[in-house]
Structures are given as structure tokens and as C-alpha cells.
């Protein structure tokens, strides 16, 4: 039930933050943050549930886990809403939370059984951390987006309804920044405690798994642009880019490991 | 009774005759004596700004007191009543109701969505008050008009998105920088453009402002005024690195900021934004400095699609700010309709109280009863009685006064003294 009625928030919030954008009646927004609380609320009871049924957390499948990534999407959402006040960002979370959900639901929902090779202390701060850090990355890609368009309105003068809606360009900045950092040290403790979850499992660190070589070589890029940020500073406009580069590598280590390495 | 509304504005008449009739705030008390010693105008409110100067009346025959209002206008501006006729425009009723709450929203401005208009008309409210004007209608009218422009306000975007020049140039800043408190400015010329540009931008809260022009003197005035300091026009340039506003009006017939100088300015402060906005004629800034990046220069052509945009939003933002006028106009008019009720309820409670004293009288002259505790002790069981007895049918008579329904007699009595079916 609880995780129907995410579907529904998730679905009802994208709905809203369409309305709100096109129609601009001030109302719509209030209505659109209650129903990705309520997402965040209804996907965080069905793993509460879970838990207290099975003693499990739904990461040894592939339902299971778009389900957490779509979850902490909508976590993000409502961190950056907090910070920013700037509902632009859902019109582009929501409709992927939606599609991530939707994936879940289609790749049979939560999973009745325990995968005995999915559990572990280490593997339940390893998957959570990762995939709040991939979910983080997207956001500070869509922020690197939503940077280049706000950018090009102002550059060729054009004030369509784009330009009104979307937030100032430091606004931008400043949310691919922080989002940027807290991705960053999110997927660092993510990756460490892969391996030694990898450790624990197989004995030994395997350095030659694709999947740890593209998420060392995401973790790599992420850290030299942090890294850079910080020692040398980069314009705006470069980190906007510098998100998106990431974020590639990202996509080549969930897609590219999964349907091309691994077969 | 009802209200109505003659007025004169920026789409009716032209500035001389708006200023000889506007009312000057010592001749308030003299005009509404006069309106108010009219016996069939029982409440008035004069409002009077530099776009508009309207007369409010609340009456029963709204065609002849207008006309009593009109002739009272034309002596005091001593105009010819026809003439005056010629620029002036008459709402009575509903149309009255909403023309108030137009005008308070800013829907009915020379710009559209302007803020000020709001505190114009609750002053006007204020000063019926103060001159005794203002009635029970009045009051409650005020109550309405700032609960309906409140909801406009901020439901809609009418006060966004500006529509002036120099105050869409800050706007387009914080498009930029969001907020300006830790960004500075510099502004060549100390023109009224530039003048208002740093006003706008002091208001926008802006971290410091530094003027150049070719006379120092006037520099030196103008960022006294701001708040900011003053630099001479010939190292100017120098202050570049440090600016992330440039805003330039001038009256100088060459370029005064070249893309070099700005590509030199760009690497000592490490490619962060700079905005420039050129308001001169011909223009101060090079415009090839848009090509180059984190730079955004924006002429006075610019601006002026801005303001157009602007003002083509803010007329979409007007047909939703006009839904929350006709919601406001409806609830008032529940009002007004309850209050037709208040002489049925007044006389039923007089009936009562006369009837009451009756019987009093009847019964201690009946039972020879002179103690005077013992009759009031009587006297309040007999009001306490009657007081609970009518409660009901008169709570209830009010609160269905606004609905427009037919009743038989019983049906009536049934909603009135809330009775239920006997088997």
C-alpha cells in the first residue's frame, strides 16, 4: 500500500509543479512540497515495514533499489527546497522519482525473499551512501542544466517564462555547489565501505571488478573537480560543465557495468 | 443602500484637469462636511492621488446624490458641472464594489501592479474615519478591500516582474546574483538615470557602490546620497576587477569600456560574473563584451523588451488577480445581504421586549407584588427566558439571510427554531 501511495505523491507532485510553472497560482506550490513529503513519508514507511517484517532492506534487487534511489531524490528535493525555496528543481526531480519508481514497480516491486548475498552491515551503509551520493550528483547535474539554459536566456535576452522561473544564476551555482560536496563525501564513505564489504565477502579486495574501476574512476573525477574547486577555483559556468562530465561517469558506471561488462 | 463611485483618472482626463480637482489634505474636513450634510448620503470617502481623485457614496438613490456630489466637486474646482462631465466616470453597485478593489490592487493603475496604490487607499479609508465618513457599509468595505488586494497580492505575480527601466535593470542583477548584499557596483555618470539606478540598487540592498563621472563634484554628490564613494573618471577602470555591477549613462560619444578591458578585468577576478548595463545613448559599452564569458552587457533596447515582457505578464497576471476581485466582491455582497436582516431582527427583539414589560407590569399589579428584588428577580428569569428562546431562530435568521431560498411557513419554522419530526 505504502508503496502505491509514493507512486501516487511522486505522480501528484510532478503534477503540481507542472500546474505551478505554466499557471503560476502561488497555492500550487505548498500543494506540490506536501505531496513530495508525503512520497518521502509513504517510501520511507514501506522500508520501515519491511524491516520490521522481514528484517530486510529490498537492495538485492533491482525494484528494491530504484525504489531507494527515487526515494532519495525526493530526500534531496526537500534538503535543497529547505535551503533554496526554489520549486524549479522538482520540475525536473519529479519526473525522474516518478520514472525511477515506475521501474520499480514494473521490475516486480519489493521482493518477497531475502537475497542472503544482499544483506550485511557493511553492504547497508554501503548501497544507502552510494546511491543518496548518485542522487545528489543528479541533482547538481540537473542544477549544471539548469545553469547553461538560465545562462543562454540571459545571454540572448530572452524572457520567456523559462527565464522567470527558473532561480538566479548564483542561486544555481550555489545549489550545484552544495550538492556537489555533500555527493562527494557521500559516495566517498559509500565506496569505502564497499570495500570492505567487498572484503568481508569474498576474502579479498578483486581491484579488477569493472565495478569498482568505474566507480574509483567516478570518484577520481568527482574528487579532482571538489579538489580544484577548492584550491584553484573555477568559474560558475565550469563547474556547471564539470557536473555534467561527472554525472557521464556515473551513467558509465551504473549502465555501462551493468548491461555491457557485465553482459 | 448602496455604493457608488464618480471619479476622474490618468484614462479620463488630462494631468491639469486631475490636478485641479485633486483635494489637498486641508480641504478634507470642508469636502466631506459638505458631502455628509446631504441627508440621503449616509457614508463618503474621497480618494485622491496624483493619477486619480474618486468620490465614494453610500446612498439609497445613487443617480440624484451623485449629482449633488458632482456639483459640490465643480464649486470646489470651479469648473462647469458639464464640463466636468466630460472626464469623469460613474459605478454604482457591484461595479462600484469592484472598481475599489481594482483600484486598491493596482489593476486600475497607470502602472499596472504599482504597490503604492494599496497604502493610498487605506489611507483614504483612515481619513473617512477621521472625518466621519465612514459608516458600518464603509468599515467593512475597508475590511474586504485589504483582504481581497492582500490575496492578489500574493497569489498572483501583478507586483512582479518591473516595469521601469532603471528598476528592471536591478531586477535583471539579482536574475544574476540572487542576492546583492555581498556584490558592489560601479556606476559611470551621475546622470537622473544613473541617480535612479543607485537608489533601486540601494533599495535591492546592495553591498557598496562607487560613482565615477567626468565632473568629480557631482560624483562625489551622488555617492553621498548612496551611501557609496566616489573615483576619478580617469582610473575608473581600475575599479573593474572589483565590480560586478557596471551601470553606465553618459554622455561621452565613444566607447568607455572595451571587451580588453574587461578580458583583463575578468582574469584578476577569476571569471566570477560581471553584468553591464549600458543606459546611454550612444552607448558607453562595448557590445562584442556579450561574447565573452560569465559577461552579460544589456543596452537600453534590452531593457525596454524587458519592461515589454514584464508588462505583457503582468496583463496575464490581471485576469487571475480578477478571479480573487469577483471572490472578494461575492463575499462582500453575502455580507450586504445578512445586513438586510439586522431591522427584522431589531423590530422581532422589540416586540418581545415590549411584550415582556407588559406582562411585568400586568403580574405585579395582578399579584400585588411591590418589593422591588422580588420584580427584578422575576424581571431576569422572564429576559433569561426570552433570551434562550430567541437564540436560536435569530442565529439562525442571520445565517440564512444570504441564501436566496423559498420557504414554506413550516419549513421556515423548522430551519428557524432547528425543530425535529415528531412521530
Redesign the interface.
Known sequence: MFFDLSILCAVLALLHVTLFIFMGYQRLASITNIFAVLGLVFSSAQFITLWQTKHMLPFGSVSGLFLFLSQALMLVYIMMYIKYRRLTLGLFIFPLTVLFIMIARFAGGIPANINPHAAGFWLYIHLPFTIIGTAFFMVSTIGGIMYFVQERQLKNKNFGIIFRTFPPLDTIDKLINTTLYIGFYTFTIGLLSGLIWMMYANGVINIYSPKLVFAIITWIIYSGITFYKQIKGMSPKDTALSTIVGFISVLITYVGVAFFVMG | MQLAVLGLNHNTAPVGVRETLAVDGSELAEIYSEIMSNDRIYEAMIISTCNRVEYYIVTDDFLCNIESVLEIVSEHCKMDRSELRKYTYIHCGEDSVRHIFRVASGLDSLVMGEPQIFGQVKDSFENCRLYGGAGTFLKKLEEYTIKTTKKVR????IGE?PVSVSYAAVE?A??????LSDKHALIIGAGEMCELASKHLVTAGIGGITVTNRTFEKAQRLAGEVNGSAVEFDSFKTCLPDSDIIISSTGATELLVTAADVKDAMALR????MFFIDIAVPRDIDPLI?EL??V?V?SID?LK??VD??RK?REK?AV?AMEYIDAGLAMFYEWLESMKIIPVIKSLRQQFEDKKEEELKRFSSKFKIEDKNELAKIEYLVTAYMNKVLHTPLKNLKNASAVKGKYSLDEALKILFELEDMK
Not at chain 2, 500574493?154 to 505575480?157: A, E, I, W
Not at chain 2, 539579482?174 to 542576492?179: E, L, N, P, R, V
Not at chain 2, 577569476?270 to 560574473?273: A, D, G, I
Open positions: 500574493t497569489y498572483t505575480g516582474n535583471l539579482t536574475k544574476i546574483f540572487g542576492s577569476k571569471r566570477r560574473p556579450n564569458e560569465n552579460y544589456y534590452d523588451a524587458v515582457a514584464n505578464q497576471e487571475k
